[in-house]
Nanobody, 126 residues
Framework: QVQLGESGGGLVQAGGSLRLACAAS????????MGWFRQIPGKESEVVAA????????YYPDSVKGRFTISRDVAKNMLYLQMNSVKPEDTAVYCC???????????????????WGQGTQVTVSS
């Protein structure tokens, strides 16, 4: 079983930066694809970044491309999301998610990830 815990959320001004972290415990996620999703009340969960289990492929939607960067530290069992040039519309609860080992399917679908953290709130003020 995998437990995920996010940190690093908070209040930031538009144009600023924030770095989210996701710590995995229970078992290693070094062979799992991982993703960051954001959830806004009343809207569907949206992927903002994903990385393949080998780390060689990443995915970003157009809404964050060039501003957000996903990375992982396999030695520390950690996942990160660097958020730059944030906008008020980035305000959401951000959750990290992990796939089963060696998963190579659709990285941008929530159904690809059986393991989820509780989320961390990011609020961007204008």
């Amino acid at each position: 079983q995998v437990q995920l815990g996010e940190s690093g959320g908070g209040l930031v001004q538009a144009g600023g930066s924030l770095r989210l972290a996701c710590a995995a415990s229970g078992r290693t996620v070094n062979r799992s694809a991982m993703g960051w999703f954001r959830q806004i009340p009343g809207k569907e969960s949206e992927v903002v970044a994903a990385i393949s289990w080998r780390g060689g492929s990443t995915y970003y939607p157009d809404s964050v491309k060039g501003r957000f960067t996903i990375s992982r530290d396999v030695a520390k069992n950690m996942l990160y999301l660097q958020m730059n040039s944030v906008k008020p519309e980035d305000t959401a609860v951000y959750c990290c998610a992990a796939s089963q080992p060696y998963y190579s399917g659709n990285l941008n679908s929530p159904t690809s990830y059986p393991y989820w953290g509780q989320g961390t709130q990011v609020t961007v003020s204008s």
